[in-house]
């Protein structure tokens, strides 16, 4: 009786935590009896960090229904503020664990503070503009990281754009960005618990705006603007507010990633314009708008390049294969027609079964 | 309906997860008891070591190299005999030059079983590397990683100079031979290596009399168009141009430099090598280059002279300087392993001990130098070499 008096939606957002918790439970029994293998423990943070990254990104692209392009750019912000804050903070606050939740804190505040200044001008616009410019933003993002020299001294903090040497700091000084070569000696804090504790977290924040009346407001935005705007909904206001909690989320992936690995660049292939493609992948291969199949795509197309380092020089080419023939299978009229007529047909037949 | 598929592809996915757990954990169990066995029959136990390197993507070059190198050095020593009896076994995956990626190669090695590493092969994810390696206490010995962090930890040593010695040693080069005073640097400000071997460059310049008239800057963004950065060079009245960067800009440079008529002497370092084999690039254009690298293909030794026949046999190129480096790191391995007289049934703690002692007392005459040596940070002591390009050939000045 409680059961169907419940809402649909609470009905399935405990159906997602569910998920991820009996996930959760899994794998520490697993780690507990040490049947996981050190690859798939490697593995368990970078997928927690692309599981916020995918359900954060699905906020912009599925709920409020814009294309973003720049998501990593959003992600090196938080992982450098937050690797930023860990290393000029090692003195003040000697633990790590506090000194990470803090992190997370500053890497969430300063995404989303990009989030906002970016989102002001652009989320006015209407159509591929918001694409192109967070397309432009992860690239300057990017690149300005890569010039950018902060050291620490006994006088302060000093900052150039030039070179390490042009920094001048006193004796005993650190260097804490050096340019190209990022940040090293990040402390190792990020574990695959603060992973899922985020996960969930991250959870909580989206459905719980999305099953708002604020939600309500960003999803009739998307649906037909001319009569969200004719009903008095502010429409910039709220896309501000669905874009600036994703890109701060998106900071959150970032300081978790950066807390995994000793070094942190600003690289094409991390921070670059096919990280945030990758990331879009893993939102349209789930289903646009749909947070489980988000969560579920981000696993998979983490794990399978690894699970296929059997197959050696093929790897990437069967990986790209799998991928097209997900995509297919997941998104085209035919194969879901198929897909619908097995299943009924497995239904059916349980049902027969049963009588 | 929709509730039930992604119900299922989560059941898959708890299952498929599962699944993998338990496929290691048989392997596990085989090796394990492979352990046993191994104390009983010794004959059959191997040395697992295995490799990382970027195999795929815009650094493959080099993990191909290093790849290449490393399996002629363990096919050669498995010919005569092994390391102290027993056989080794080599493993290479691909890191995609991606710290994150490498990291995964690491573990997938550390579940084949490896007991020491010839790693990694590019400088950023070495340093990720690393810092799994000494939490593990897992010997390790890059080939290639120049950048200073990356043999931070005292169980990882590594084969190639540093890029701040490759900087002061380029240098001191130009300054002691007096190959030019006006000198301009075109550098890759978003590379690690390019950055830190033209910042140690610049500080050793002032104490060798160069004057550097011009210090451009591109970033892996802009790697197409040169003219704008050797315009400057050439309106600063450069008599060099210094590159310490990877060959596949230097031969956009170089062409780019001989359309706007500007010929001046190019100093490259060890990322300059491999320069001829660039396809489509007119090698006449290299004409002159200096570069200033460990290894020479074309050297009259016996001991290049066999590397490089053999490797063309097998691989059916000319070998680079990653190729020799990887070649040495594994003689450096087989050599360590001797001395500290490991054997396989030992644990990767206890080899990786027995290493770092041995490391510092031996002395490896390989390709990329005679009588190497090796300290206690783990930096290589040996001679840097120039060549010079002449008649489409490296020449050892």
């Known amino acids: 009786m409680d059961n169907k008096k419940m809402k649909k939606t609470t009905k399935s957002s405990i159906i997602t935590y569910a998920m991820v918790i009996a996930v959760y439970i899994i794998v520490e029994i697993m780690l507990k009896t040490g049947s996981m293998s050190s690859l798939m423990q490697g593995l368990l943070v970078p997928i927690c960090v692309y599981i916020i990254l995918a359900v954060s990104l699905n906020l912009t692209v599925g709920i409020l229904g814009e294309l973003s392009l720049g998501h990593a750019g959003f992600m090196c912000v938080g992982a450098f503020s937050g690797a930023f804050f860990t290393k000029v903070m090692a003195e003040i606050i000697p633990n790590v664990g506090v000194r990470l939740f803090f992190a997370i804190l500053v890497g969430a505040a300063v995404a989303g503070l990009f989030g906002i200044i970016i989102g002001i001008p652009v989320l006015r616009l209407k159509g591929d503009y918001l694409a192109i410019v967070t397309l432009a933003f992860g690239e300057i993002i990017k690149n300005i990281v890569n010039v950018l020299y902060v050291g620490k001294d006994s006088v302060g903090l000093h900052l150039s754009t030039k070179d390490a040497v042009a920094l001048k700091l006193a004796e005993g000084g650190e260097v804490i960005i050096n340019g190209a070569q990022g940040i090293t000696g990040t402390p190792h804090a990020s574990t695959f618990t603060l992973g899922i504790i985020l996960i969930l977290v991250t959870l909580f924040i989206i459905m719980n705006l999305v099953n ?49 690995l000793s070094t942190l660049t600003a690289l094409p292939k991390n921070f670059g314009y096919n990280m945030s493609i990758m990331i879009l992948v893993f939102v349209v291969l789930g289903g646009i708008g749909n947070i489980k199949g988000s969560i579920i795509s981000a696993v998979i197309l983490t794990l399978l390049p690894e699970l296929l380092r059997g197959l050696n020089n093929y790897r990437m080419l069967i990986y790209a294969i799998v991928l097209i023939a997900m995509m297919i299978f997941n998104s085209s009229p035919k194969a879901i027609e198929l897909r619908m007529r097995l299943v009924e047909k497995f239904c059916i037949r349980k049902k027969k079964g049963a009588a | 309906m929709k509730k039930f598929l992604s119900l299922a592809m989560a059941a898959m996915m708890a299952v498929s997860m599962t699944a993998c757990g338990s496929s290691s954990a048989p392997k596990d169990a085989s090796s394990d008891a492979a352990d046993k066995t191994s104390t009983e029959a010794s004959s059959d136990a191997t040395f697992k070591i295995g490799g990382i390197g970027p195999i795929t993507g815009g650094a493959a070059v080099y993990g191909l190299g290093v790849m290449n190198g490393a399996q002629l050095a363990v096919d050669e ?60 206490n897992m010997f390790q010995i890059t080939p290639s990683g120049s950048a200073v962090p990356c043999i931070a930890n005292d169980n990882a040593f590594r084969v190639c100079f540093s890029d701040p010695d490759q900087g002061a040693a380029s240098a001191k080069y130009i300054g002691e031979n007096k190959l030019a005073t006006k000198v301009a640097v075109i550098y890759d400000s978003s590379d690690v290596y390019s950055s830190g071997i033209y ?11 160069i004057e550097i008239v011009a210090a451009e800057a591109f970033t892996a963004d802009s790697k197409t168009d040169f003219s704008v950065q050797l315009q400057k060079a050439k309106s600063a009245g450069a008599e060099m141009v210094f590159l310490p960067i990877y060959y596949t800009e230097a031969s956009l440079i170089l062409a780019q430099a001989a359309t706007l008529d500007f010929a001046p002497t190019f100093f490259g370092c060890d990322g300059l090598d491999g320069i001829l084999n660039v396809e489509k690039f007119d090698t006449s254009l290299a004409e002159g280059v200096m570069l200033l690298t460990p290894f020479a293909a074309d050297s009259q030794d016996e001991l290049t002279q066999k590397f490089v026949s053999a490797y063309k046999t097998a691989y059916n190129e000319t070998p680079n300087q990653f190729a020799a480096d990887a070649y040495d790191a594994i003689y450096a391995i087989k050599a360590a392993m001797e001395d500290g007289a490991v054997t396989p049934d030992m644990s990767v703690s206890d080899i990786c001990d027995a290493m770092k002692a041995s490391m510092v007392k031996i002395s490896v ?15 290589p002591s040996k001679q840097p070499k120039a060549v010079k390009i002449v008649n489409g050939a490296y020449t050892a000045m």
Not at chain 2, 96 to 101: G, L, Q, R, S
Request: one cysteine or more; aromatic letters at 8%; a negative charge.
């Open chain 1, 212 to 260: 708002s009346r604020t939600g309500r407001a960003i999803m009739a935005i998307r649906d037909n603007l001319i009569a969200a705007e004719s009903v008095g909904i502010n429409i910039t206001q709220y896309k501000l507010l669905a874009f600036a909690i994703s890109a701060a989320l998106a900071g959150v992936a970032g300081v978790l990633y950066a807390h995994n």
């Open chain 2, 199 to 209: 910042e140690k460059f610049a500080s050793e310049a002032a104490n060798q009399g």
């Open chain 2, 77 to 136: 020593i498995n010919a005569a005999g092994g390391i102290n009896g027993y056989q080794v076994e080599f493993n290479f995956q691909d890191d995609e030059h991606d710290a994150e990626k490498s990291v995964n190669a690491y573990n997938a090695l550390k579940d084949w079983g490896m007991q020491a590493l010839m790693g990694t092969v590019t400088s950023t994810p070495c340093i990720a590397v690393a810092d799994k390696t000494a939490a593990d």
């Open chain 2, 365 to 379: 005459d390989g390709l990329t130098g005679l009588g190497m040596t090796w300290n206690e940070s783990g930096e």
